[in-house]
């Protein structure tokens, strides 16, 4: 079945520094989306991104789709200590499921 | 307010018994979905249900059960078949027209079993 993989699975960095996960499927995705959760909280969703190399930003986060449509990446400039939480990409398989990857948890020490 | 709830937040029951995860949804949405989380991992899907009266198992159904009688409600029963029932369990919902793409999660349960 359809498989997504996200790395690192931990990340801790210094405030201020950046922040990148990359996130790849075993197939080509229609979409992908990246969500959020916050320690203790439950997932919420940033993005959605549809065409191929396409690159989205929300302040200081960039989002992008690769152009074989088969991997995406996050990635925050300049962290701050409100951006901890663990971050997931999902693509939408067959049967109108979403396969999550595994998550980038990510600790920002101030 | 509009949302998904999840009752409740923290459950406690002794092995052998099967227990209930109530998931309620007020936005109107037609597909509604149960997720698994583990520490450290990802969520994984359990059962989902595109419409009332009918859902389909995910890739962990084994030892769950579910229902939707109602649009608005999916719960989600934990039987003592399943082997490692504690977890943390989130409810999701989705609506189906074109631009209806996020999911929207409930506040989760966390379910201890020992």
């Known amino acids: 079945g359809q498989q997504v993989m996200q790395i690192p699975q931990y990340q801790h960095v210094q405030e201020g520094e950046d922040f990148t996960t990359y996130c790849n499927s075993s197939t080509t995705l229609s979409n992908i989306q990246w969500y959020k959760q916050r320690p203790g909280g439950h997932p919420v969703f940033l993005i959605q991104l549809v065409k191929s190399g396409e690159v989205k930003k929300q302040k200081r986060l960039t989002f992008q789709f690769g152009e074989a449509k088969k991997n995406s990446s996050l990635h925050i400039t300049a962290t701050q200590t409100t951006d901890v939480g663990t971050y997931f990409c999902a693509g939408w398989g067959y049967g109108n499921k979403l396969v999550f990857g595994a998550g980038t948890i990510l600790r920002v020490k101030s | 307010d509009g949302g998904i709830t999840q009752s409740p937040k923290y459950l406690f029951r002794k092995e052998g018994q099967n227990v209930t995860l109530s998931c309620e949804q007020n936005l109107n949405h037609d597909a509604m979905y149960w997720y698994r989380q583990d520490p450290g991992q990802g969520l994984r899907l359990i059962y989902y249900?595109?419409?009332?009266?009918?859902?389909q198992k995910g890739d962990i159904a084994e030892g769950y059960s579910v229902s939707r009688e109602k649009k608005e409600s999916f719960p989600l029963t934990v039987t003592s078949a399943q082997k490692n029932p504690t977890a943390f369990y989130l409810c999701?919902?989705?609506?189906?027209?074109?631009?209806?793409?996020?999911?929207?999660f409930g506040p989760g349960t966390r379910l201890t079993v020992t």
């Open positions: 249900s595109q419409i009332v009266n009918d859902f």
């Open positions: 999701a919902s989705k609506g189906t027209g074109k631009w209806s793409y996020e999911q929207y």
